[in-house]
């Protein structure tokens, strides 16, 4: 028996939307159509500068003064919004639709307890009083899984972690029954495993009020999980709508295919078994970096050190031609060894090179920082904004090599060949750049001098993903021409397992576990955080 | 805020105020003139010179005489004044007393003129009333005290209206209308300028906090507009502006100085210019060491003000 | 270089901030030779006269030109409020540098020292300088550039600290660079803007002060046409004459607002990132 046409709960149809800028229009949106009804994910997908977010604040009808839009039409429920005055906008946004943002840190009120936050919502669309308000958001806590609604009610959000802050929004979000919720990237600030956690719990949530639910993120696998159709968005136009089970399988558009190739998957390895087992090239012999110093005042009054450990008594060999890679969450000490590895650490213990033992940064020669290089992960810090490219590559080669028959003009013009960059980029600054395309002049400094090994901390953690798929093939290619090792450190787990010979997993400053990657595969971990870990991501499936 | 913050910013202030006075004490022993000759005329004999520098000190090492300087500050004792012979202390606190009232008045009309100012600039930014605003701003910190306090002088202290006294001072105790009266063209002179710094600190502030994802989030919550410009804007914007206050407080002082002086204002400033005229020796140190200090404390007090109200900072 | 000078001047502050400060360059390179009058010439039967054909901005209580003695006063007020923040810019960047580079317990006391330091307002620190030293205007320019030094010192050391944490200086490190490389080459020039900046907008500040100072009679001294001194001078004349004090009084803001606008335009043009 049919139903009666229920309309979707929100449908956005032949939207546009155009940003004034001092140098001319700029298409956002274009011909944007998509529905989402009761009880259903959407999940919308792009790589930043898409327009998804965008799309968002449209939809909320939160746009700067610069907006400009096109047409089209986004009905709430059946209500078009576009045609709401400011008022009528207030009494339905925080009631019928709601948002989720990004990042808790800075989508809460630093100075306003979480409860208030929470109860203020209640009062405003409700009209509950300010007891019955506290009350309810107590109880809107208890149902995110807080462990303690009422004590979390009078904390501040500097006082909680992230997940905590996380869920609060959450709550927020869920506290009126809207018809629809925006999920902006709501994971992808927090850790590998709290992102976890807040993913059950928006399942959990999404399944028991069958809200419709917008998910917003950069991330194709872990929107394919959990959302029943994805939409695919590209420089502001939706460029492929499919349920989620066929996206990875089945991609129509060329440019969905593209984004599939480049996302990491665990089971397409992009390396060669690892070399045969030989003497080690860099040893790690119970290094420990300490960071803080002692205050006067502490001492006075007996405390105990201020110290804090970001390295623990780390001991590990990594093998000549193979890539070791390093992961963990943040502050679990991976960069801090790479920086005593660079020298720019102090540390205890020692390591050795090559067969050279090294207890101190002073000893590391110039034979040691020639054969070891660091690539960091913010291109935007580390070129000098001040050089232009060729200063920046002139440098090494000056500084580790006798002149050769080439002029340095030719040899800056063959490093940028090297990393794929046309000769005329010589003459550029950083800042006229793209962020894949400074990361690329990054590595080509780090291979100015040919190094045996090149330390890449979290080199593409700050890229789309389309660009990261672009660095690794630069570097595997690098590899292959130098036959470079490279120390590899990342918190994404299925890069590294895609190219990584060895992994060691570090929690807290502390080495837990040392596996070969094809060991991983067939037989599963030890340690139960590197199952925790492994369990937290979403793998791509189909 | 912790104990042990507080404990550590008292020991700063505690510094501070030494180094304070060991500045003033150093940069006052440079003064050309000896205060015995001062005292005595430049047709003293060497005898009484003699006899004169020994009683006051003079001849002892510099670190002795800081010494008995700084335990008699400490006392309570500022020495006695050269010029006219009476005890230097009574009669710096009276002036402080003085000052404060009118710092108190051009920081309270600063604020009622300033935070509604920077607020209105940041709402309407690049509308037609952010720029006045910042007009206004710009030709606020760019005009000297004095060149304000001539100008306020002819606008409003004609002799022929009789609109306000040009100079003076009436306790406000024995006359209040009277000594309001008096109050108005400096307290109005000093403003200007703080008033101009203010307004663009608020206007800054505010437009950073009104662009952060905490305030898109209570707009998107749907909480009305006052709400979350109050509660969730506002609040957050004044906050480092305490901070901004409380650094233009030295400013303040150093307007109270000229502004004293021009408006005949029986203030510590006055008190200092004319001590420096004459030359008095133990009231230019005592006059110099107060203002610092007083400077000194509303910074400290600022501090705690802040550390007390912004929930995020964890001092440790 | 052209690309941030043409940015500067694409910006509102910049553009007003450069032409205000481009006129005013006038009288300070030429002021001597474009006066109608000697600034110091007396003219008995026109004293305290408003503007008018002979003297176009009036006269004062000696009959003095007014337009005359501006010009000729403009050098001493813009060159030595100039001298004063470079002294004071250049004393601050050495010692702010310097306990930066230092860092652990120096740094520390070095820095609550200068915080110590600033706890005397500027007005009454630059005053008791010149007390000690004797009012003249090389002294008050001696003065404000002492003044200024922990300021600018602060600055100084922020703007290391912050460019230190960079990754290109830590790629610097890791090449195994010179100390000398990486002060000079990689550091410096990204320390400069911000330094240059602040120095802008503090030479308004030097302009006021300095004025302030001849005004209670501790800078330049009579007969200089330095303009605080002249606005000292017309105070008894207010009533009389108020364009004795009207016309200094407006040089001394157009200074100090050119100088502001022009740094609030420098910030944004120096920022290579934008």
């Known amino acids: 028996m049919p139903l009666p046409a229920q309309p979707p709960a929100l449908q956005v149809s032949g939207y546009g939307l155009d940003y004034e800028t001092p140098s001319g229009r700029f298409a956002a949106l274009r011909d944007i159509d998509l529905s989402i009804a009761r009880s259903e994910v959407l999940g919308l997908v792009g790589e930043s500068g898409s327009g998804k977010t965008s799309l968002a604040f449209a939809i909320l009808r939160d746009l700067g003064a610069n907006a400009r839009e096109t047409g089209g039409s986004i009905r709430l429920a059946g209500e078009e919004l576009t045609a709401k005055s400011t008022r009528e906008l207030e009494a339905i946004r925080g009631r019928r639709i709601a948002m989720v943002f990004q990042d808790p840190g800075t989508s809460l009120n630093p100075t306003l307890p979480l409860g208030e936050q929470l109860a203020e919502v209640l009062r405003r669309h409700q009209g509950l009083s300010r007891r019955q308000a506290w009350r309810e958001a107590e109880a809107a806590l208890a149902r995110v899984a807080l462990k303690t609604p009422a004590e979390m009610m009078r904390r501040y959000p500097h006082e909680v972690s992230g997940g905590e802050k996380q869920r609060v929004a959450i709550a927020t979000a869920f506290a009126c029954q809207p018809d629809c919720i925006l999920f902006d990237e709501p994971t992808t600030a927090l850790d590998i495993i709290t992102a976890r956690q807040i993913l059950e719990l928006f399942e959990r949530l999404q399944e028991e009020t069958g809200v419709a639910s917008l998910y917003i993120s950069h991330d194709l696998a872990l929107v394919s999980r959990i959302a029943d159709r994805v939409a695919v968005i590209h420089r502001g136009r939706i460029v492929e709508e499919e349920p989620a089970a066929q996206v990875f399988s089945a991609p129509r558009e060329d440019y969905t295919r593209q984004l599939i190739a480049s996302v990491p998957r665990p089971d397409r390895r992009l390396v060669a078994p690892a070399p045969a087992a030989a003497a080690p090239l860099l040893e790690v012999e119970a290094l420990t970096v300490r960071y803080g110093r002692d205050r006067l005042l502490d001492r006075l009054r007996g405390r105990a050190s201020r110290q804090v450990e970001g390295n623990r008594a780390i001991s590990l060999a990594v093998r000549p031609g193979e890539i070791f890679g390093i992961v963990g969450e943040s502050g679990s000490g991976k960069s801090t060894l790479a920086r005593a590895l660079a020298g720019l650490n102090p540390f205890e213990g020692s390591f050795s090179f090559e067969g050279r033992r090294f207890a101190r940064p002073a000893e590391l020669d110039r034979a040691y920082r020639r054969a070891v290089q660091i690539v960091f992960q913010h291109p935007d810090s580390s070129l000098n904004p001040r050089q232009q490219i060729r200063e920046i590559l002139a440098r090494p080669l000056r500084l580790y090599d006798a002149p050769g028959a080439a002029s340095l003009a030719e040899r800056v013009e063959a490093l940028l060949a090297e990393v794929q960059l046309p000769a005329d980029f010589a003459r550029k600054y950083p800042h006229q750049l793209s962020g894949g395309e400074k990361q690329r002049v990054a590595i080509a400094r780090a291979f100015a001098s040919r190094p045996q090994l090149v330390i890449c901390d979290e080199i593409t953690s700050a890229l789309d993903v389309s660009i990261q798929a672009q660095i690794v093939q630069l570097l595997l290619s690098l590899r292959e021409r130098f036959g470079t090792t490279y120390l590899f450190i990342t918190h994404d787990l299925n890069l590294i397992r895609q190219i990584a010979h060895r992994i060691a997993v570090m929690y807290r400053g502390d080495l837990v576990e040392l596996v070969e990657v094809e060991a991983l595969a067939a037989a599963g971990p030890r340690h139960a955080y590197t199952r925790a870990l492994l369990e937290a991501v979403p793998t791509p499936v189909g | ?316 | 270089m052209t690309e941030a000078l043409a940015r500067l001047l694409r910006s509102p502050q910049g553009a007003l901030g450069s032409a205000l400060l481009l006129a005013l360059a006038v009288p300070v390179v030429a002021g001597p030779w474009l006066a109608p009058y000697d600034p110091e010439q007396f003219h008995f039967t026109a004293r305290l006269l408003g503007p008018g054909p002979d003297f176009w901005l009036g006269t004062d209580q000696f009959g003095r030109d007014l337009l005359s003695r501006l010009l000729v006063g403009a050098r001493s007020t813009v060159l030595m409020a100039v001298a004063a923040t470079a002294l004071g810019t250049g004393l601050g960047a050495v010692i702010g540098n310097v306990s930066a580079f230092a860092g652990g317990r120096l740094d520390e006391i070095v820095m609550r020292l200068l915080d110590a330091v600033m706890a005397i307002p500027g007005l009454l620190f630059a005053l008791l300088i010149v007390t000690a030293l004797g009012a003249s205007e090389l002294n008050a320019l001696i003065a404000i550039g002492i003044t200024f030094t922990p300021g600018m010192a602060r600055i100084a050391r922020s703007v290391a600290l912050t460019v230190r944490k960079q990754d290109y200086v830590s790629a610097a490190i890791a090449r195994g660079e010179t100390q000398g490389y990486i002060v000079l080459r990689e550091m410096l020039p990204n320390c400069v803007a911000p330094i240059i900046v602040e120095a802008t907008i503090r030479v308004a500040f030097a302009v006021m002060l300095l004025a302030t100072l001849s005004f209670l009679g501790l800078g330049a001294q009579p007969p200089s046409s330095e303009w605080g001194l002249m606005v000292a001078e017309a105070r008894q004349f207010i009533f009389r004459n108020p364009w004795m004090i009207v016309w200094p009084g407006i040089a001394i803001a157009v200074v100090a607002v050119g100088f502001n606008l022009l740094g609030d335009g420098l910030r944004d043009a120096l920022n290579p990132r934008t």
Request: hydrophobic share 55%; aromatic share 8%.
């Open chain 2, 1 to 316: 805020m912790s104990l042990s913050y507080f404990i550590r910013r008292c020991g700063y202030i505690v510094f501070t105020l030494l180094v304070v006075s060991l500045l003033v004490f150093g940069i006052t022993q440079l003064l050309p003139g000896n205060a015995a000759v001062m005292l005595l005329g430049e047709n003293a004999t060497p005898e009484a010179l003699a006899a004169v520098s020994s009683r006051l000190g003079l001849d002892q090492p510099a670190w002795l005489q800081y010494w008995h300087w700084l335990s008699g500050v400490l006392a309570g004792d500022f020495g006695t004044s050269l010029r006219t012979g009476l005890p230097v202390g009574p009669m710096i606190f009276g002036a402080l007393g003085r000052s404060l009232l009118l710092a108190a008045a051009a920081l309270l009309l600063m604020l009622a003129v300033a935070v509604p100012l920077g607020v209105v600039a940041a709402l309407k930014r690049g509308r037609l009333a952010d720029l006045l605003v910042s007009l206004v701003s710009y030709v606020g910190v760019s005009v000297p005290e004095f060149v304000t306090a001539t100008i306020v002088l002819i606008l409003l202290a004609d002799p022929a209206l009789r609109l306000f006294p040009a100079s003076g001072y009436v306790p406000l105790g024995e006359d209040f209308w009277a000594g309001l009266h008096h109050l108005v063209l400096p307290v109005l002179t000093i403003s200007v300028i703080l008033v101009a710094h203010v307004s663009r600190m608020v206007r800054s502030e505010m437009v950073d906090v009104l662009h952060s994802d905490y305030v898109r989030a209570a707009r998107l919550k749907g909480l009305r507009r006052r709400t979350v410009l109050i509660r969730h804007a506002l609040r957050n914007a004044l906050l480092p502006t305490i901070t901004v206050v409380a650094l233009d407080v030295g400013y303040l002082l150093g307007g109270i100085i000229v502004v004293e002086e021009i408006f005949a204002f029986p203030g510590i400033g006055r008190q200092l210019i004319v001590a420096i005229q004459a030359r008095d020796l133990p009231a230019i140190q005592a006059g110099a060491l107060v203002m610092a200090a007083t400077y000194g404390l509303a910074n400290f007090a600022a501090d705690i003000a802040y550390a007390w109200l912004d929930k995020r900072i964890q001092y440790d």
